[in-house]
């Protein structure tokens, strides 16, 4: 790359942050119109300040990203984010059930694409505390649906506290299912909510194998309270987007890594 190309590069990446300040969210095809410029320079463009975490990409551009441990988006807004990679991410995982099964899915929206293809049983039973990952099953005959109660935390639609703990106790499961806000692979993986990494802890515990389900943005971030160390989790299954040194690390600990 020249001085100039170099200097170019900057600039634009300058002001893709300043418009991202300004508005909160940028699309791609907005961007490659505006400076003139081809729209894989613009994802590059994008791909480039997420890794420096100063934004998050979202489906067909990127949303401002909040630069604290703690940051909790909603669901909605989760939603657009790595949508494709998620919706390969939940298939795969998906075939990974077989009839019979008993599973907990956590909540999330990689963990409601994992519901959304399952696969043509006969018979399986789904313990699930996240009230989108309920709604994705009523109706479907050959669920049985176990919601196991709690109170309702309203950023992840999941149902938290004492009596989800007491309840979740009560169960042995086949498979769990689990979403992440943060996963680093030599500690473990990251919740920004304590309680609800607390029912994570319960869920894992009570379960004979550990599917952890994240596209491989949330390898480049940690938050604020821990579920797990990388030594209880089974099965990872994430996108093509994981670094080599990561999947080797993965590996190395004894985890199985699909790429979907």
Known sequence: MSKDDNNNTIKRRKRILEMLSEKGEIYIPELSKLFDVSEVTVRNDLKSLEEKNLLLRARGGAIRFEHFVGMDPGLSEKTKLHFLEKVRIGKKAASLIHESDTIIVDSGTTTAEVVKNLPPLKEITV??????????????????????????????????????????????????????????????????????????????????????????????????????????????????????????????????????
């Open 127 to 260: 313990i699930t505390n996240a009230l989108n990952i309920a709604n994705n099953l009523i109706g479907k005959p050959n669920v049985k649906l176990i919601i196991p109660g709690g109170y309702l935390r309203q950023n992840s639609h999941s149902l938290i506290g004492p009596l989800a703990e007491k309840n979740l106790k009560n169960f042995y499961v086949d498979k769990v299912f689990i979403g992440v806000d943060g996963f680093d692979v030599r500690l473990g993986i990251y919740t920004p909510n304590v309680e609800e990494a607390y029912l994570n802890q319960i869920m894992i515990e009570i379960s004979r194998e550990v599917i952890l389900v994240a596209d491989s943005s949330k390898f480049l971030r940690k938050s604020l309270a821990l579920i797990c160390p990388v030594s209880r989790i089974d099965v990872v299954v994430t996108d093509e987007g994981i670094s080599a040194q990561d999947k080797s690390i993965l590996e190395d600990s004894g985890v199985k890594v699909l790429i979907a």
